[in-house]
């Protein structure tokens, strides 16, 4: 277990150390306990937590606003739209002038070639820890819940086959930042890791390149395929979403088309049949009902949709404790 995390920025879990992460988990699972015991845990009595948002937010901003409370803190939820950020504050003074008042700073930032340079941007002038939300390129804090998920459903994840796959959907563009956040955490744990997806919708290649070589450093394994329903067949962990084709184009007209060439890459009972009989079906949320995902799946005997989202709390309270 690591103690020194005090003061640390999460933008992205490459920066922290495989034991660091293995101290949120087990943080995590302590503060799950006491919760469902009913016990306090007052560990951030009088702090407060900077909720900065540039894009919209159910589960990111709900937990985080009740894990502060729950640590006896409290959070400000400020929209980027409703601020003078949307006049001109620059990152450098929301870190300065943020990170004055309060004892956290989160951003969510995610449009496409700005929001990690700008939550860096925030965290180099800012004197507390500045933690990412979720920007264009990582979602750090779904990820840890994704593990924690699976490492409560599942045991040790080491050997376990993970399969990330692109689903259509067509409500927007989604950010990149989860799959590429699933692909580098999961092989650092030893998984054997599946990224499926239709050749438009490829990830960054310096993220696939470390993906790569985490899975050499843990012994895992890391494989792209094209098959929709390849990447199903035997998997342990599936976690089929929607990401946008942003490195293929940045037409919106074109990415819809290119989209729509994929409809049928929806998991369904068929594909959920293919994986192992006790696999798990996983979802960031939210997910485009009957268009990604069959209600009959997400809602189904695999599902743990929602203990996923439940851990987004405990795995947020658990970094939050350990840095401010
Ligand atoms: N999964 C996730 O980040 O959900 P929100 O966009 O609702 O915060």
């Not at 995390?5 to 943080?27: C, H, P």
């Not at 800012?126 to 804090?141: A, E, T």
């Not at 239709?198 to 290649?205: C, G, H, Y």
């Not at 079906?281 to 996923?308: F, K, Q, T």
């Amino acid at each position: 277990m690591q103690t020194g995390l005090r003061g640390r920025d999460l933008i992205t879990l490459q920066e922290w150390t495989r034991d660091e992460i293995d101290t949120v988990m087990e943080v995590a699972l302590d503060l799950k306990r006491r919760r469902a015991l009913g016990e306090l845990h007052p560990l951030l009595r009088d702090k407060v937590l900077a909720m900065l948002f540039f894009f919209s937010s159910t589960r990111t901003r709900a937990s985080f606003e009740a894990g502060m409370a729950q640590l006896g803190g409290h959070a400000q939820f400020i929209e980027a739209e409703t601020t003078q950020i949307a006049h001109g504050d620059t990152a450098k003074e929301i870190g300065e002038i943020l990170g004055r008042y309060n004892d956290g700073i989160a951003i969510r930032q995610v449009d496409w070639g700005v929001g990690n340079g700008y939550i860096r941007e925030v965290a180099e002038a800012s004197r507390v820890p500045v933690l990412n939300m979720q920007c264009d390129v990582y979602h750090p804090f779904q990820i840890l819940a994704d593990l924690l998920t699976i490492i409560e459903k599942k045991g040790d994840p080491r050997g376990l086959t993970i399969n990330v796959s692109y689903a259509y959907a067509a409500s927007y563009q989604k950010p990149l930042s989860v799959p590429q956040s699933l692909i580098l955490l999961m092989t650092r744990y030893g998984m054997n890791v599946r990224l499926t997806h239709p050749p438009e919708f490829r990830l960054m290649p310096d993220i696939v390149a470390q993906a790569e070589a985490n899975a050499k450093a843990s012994r895992g394994s890391f494989e792209i395929l094209t098959d929709f329903d390849a990447g199903f067949e035997g998997a342990d962990v599936v976690y089929p979403k929607s990401w946008g084709s942003m490195l293929t184009t940045s037409d919106k007209a074109e990415s819809a088309r290119i989209g729509a060439k994929y409809q049928d890459w929806i998991c369904d009972e068929r594909r959920m049949a293919l994986a192992k009989e006790d696999a798990i079906y996983m979802h960031c949320l939210p997910a485009d009902r009957n268009v990604e995902v069959a209600d009959a799946v997400i809602d189904g005997p695999h599902s743990v949709v929602y203990d996923e989202a439940e851990n987004r709390l405990h795995a947020q309270k658990a970094v939050m404790a350990l840095t401010m």
